[in-house]
């Protein structure tokens, strides 16, 4: 990849996927500091809601709204690693 991020490129979902992961590992800490892991996941959701409704939206209709929703879904679960929240929803890391 010889270009910084573009517009262009966050239309996709491998775009998308890589911004959503690059914001939320720059911010992680301090996130970390005030909330749990499900915290964490919420952020990353709002995360991807966000950048999917300013560069992926499917319109303003109810089914756009709805479709728009399910993107940032995918997006989300692939950012945080999608095998991670589907085969153990609810795991608590040990300190």
Do not use: H, W
């Not at 010889?2 to 690059?22: H, N, Q, R, Y």
């Amino acid at each position: 990849m010889d270009d910084f991020m573009t517009p262009e490129m966050l239309t996709t979902f491998a775009g998308l996927t890589i911004a959503v992961g690059i914001i939320v590992q720059f911010t992680k800490p301090i996130i970390k500091r005030r909330f749990s892991d499900l915290g964490v996941r919420i952020y990353v959701f709002i995360i991807s809601f966000i950048l999917t409704m300013l560069f992926a939206n499917s319109g303003f209709t109810a089914q756009g709204i709805v479709l728009t929703l399910i993107n940032s879904i995918l997006v989300c679960m692939s950012a945080m690693g999608g095998y991670e929240i589907m085969s153990d929803p609810m795991a608590q890391k040990k300190k």
